[in-house]
């Protein structure tokens, strides 16, 4: 298996783009990452999407997306993992690369949510759930995420301000972030007073839906400096699974899939959790901030919301997390996400991660979940020097 690095990397701000479709939206984070890497040319694109089909009536979006962008012929093909999506997508490409049979691969994640905000979209994003167990009678992701969150403050004697520093240190990140879809900080204060999606989910507790897209060039690291001399090196990729359903799980406070792929991911990468720089973890609501912090190997079950407590996840903290807004404040544009999360990783370690840059970032580890966390996959880079 080859050694792989990252060429070139875009994005598109995160937002409502009324006047762009899927097929452009993609198009723009491609361009902007194959001009990054000095390429015209892929053998391969993988897309991460979700909710094509169901809100944009467009499937088969890989041969779309490539022909668009002046690719027609190469292999394409769209990956979905609900909303790890993203990082599906970027292990399949890493896959393609690694084994030798393609040498340079680009992986878009695009998602383009506001076109439809209703029950469409809530019945979209509910069919990552079980739809025989869970959809059926009417649970929605919010409401998923409110019973975990609900059982893990009775079991481990929270409060709601326990998870307040997970927004609030988003939103400061954000604030700096010129792709970021919400660019205010907030207060403790502006985080307690917010109005209840579903008890104890608050609006500052869930990330927004928006459009977007971004993108990676991939080739072996051995031809990297053929393209770029701040490649990113790949050092894990690592998937795991887990019962779409919450009751279906031993500890439904407990995300075995992130522990999986995180350990997976140590082993590869033959480091600790200790040697990271900073955690782009997927805060799609802050329960599930503090239960990657846990299965990732952070902190021990029930103690994740210390770690935002104690302020050890700010840009100047132990581990950073969310460095450029996270979902909350960057956007959850689902399909997306995880590689709006994978270039944001590169962003730190090249050194062009603007106001929001880490010193001597040299590792760096992404996780992105899909469903209520059936599907997980943890990624591990490296910086060129």
Known sequence: MRDISIIGIGQTPVGEHWGRSLRHLAYDALHLAMKDAGTERVDALYVGNMLSGEISGQAHIGPLIADFAGLRGIEAVKIEAACASGAAAFRQGVIGVASGYQDVVAVVGVEKMTDDVGSRLTAGLASAADADYETVHGVTFVALNAL?????????????????????????????????????????????RAGVVANPVSLFDASPMADGAAAAIICPTRLAR?????????????IATDSLAVHDRKNPLWLQAAEDSAHTAYRQAKITPAELDFFELHDAFTIMAALSLEAAGFAKAGQGTRLAVNGDIALDGKLPIATMGGLKARGHPVGATGMYQIVEAALQLRGEAGKNQLPHARLGMTQNIGGSGATIGTHIFKSSE
């Open 148 to 192: 975990i969150m609900q059982r893990y403050m009775h079991e481990y004697g929270l409060s709601k301000g326990d998870f307040a520093n997970f927004s609030v240190n988003a939103h400061a990140n954000g604030a700096n972030n010129p792709n970021a879809m919400f660019r205010r900080a907030i207060s403790k204060e502006t985080f307690m």
């Open 226 to 238: 053929e393209y770029t001399d701040k490649a990113v090196h790949v050092l894990a990729s690592a």
